[in-house]
């Protein structure tokens, strides 16, 4: 793990990777542990320790709507091949956001990562019943109301929703 940690060029089945600034991924790997929980080696290689803030609401909406491939364009991808046209409101999104920082906030706190499992959760029903219930496509709108159907109580339900999301 040295020569990583150090800099050091990885060949992968996508090219050539340099590891050398790897010491910002490396540092999130060891979040819940303090420098001298390291080995001795890897002590001095991760000299920096950083403490980040929980995602908010805003943070998540941003994530689902901003990047080149953002969770939204991909489920929106995913059913256009079947022949679904997916839109979402607004504040359907914004419920999204609340219900995904809800969730982190109730259950281990897994970031961004919670929106792919909130959004599979949403879509699911859709998503399993398009080749059957529409042969020939369609347009599904969701909606707040949708959103807080699906998915209210199953972040109310702090039992349940520790294996779900």
Known sequence: ILPIVEGTAVSTEYG???????????????????????IPELQGRFPIRVELDALGAEEFARILTEPK???????????????LDVSFEDDA?????????MANERTENIGARRLHTVMSTLLEGIMFDVPDELPEGGTVVITRD??????????????LSRYIL
């Not at 953002?70 to 091949?81: F, G, P, S």
């Not at 949708?146 to 339900?157: G, P, Q, S, T, W």
């Open 69 to 83: 491939n953002a969770l939204v364009k991909q489920y929106r991808a995913r059913l256009a091949t079947e022949g």
């Open 93 to 101: 999104l914004e419920e999204l956001a609340n219900l995904a920082e």
């Open 146 to 159: 949708m959103v807080r159907d699906k998915l209210a109580d199953l972040i109310e339900d702090q039992d």
């Open 16 to 38: 050539i990777v340099r590891t050398g600034r790897v010491l910002f991924v490396g540092a999130g790997a060891f979040r819940t542990s303090k420098p001298c929980d390291l």
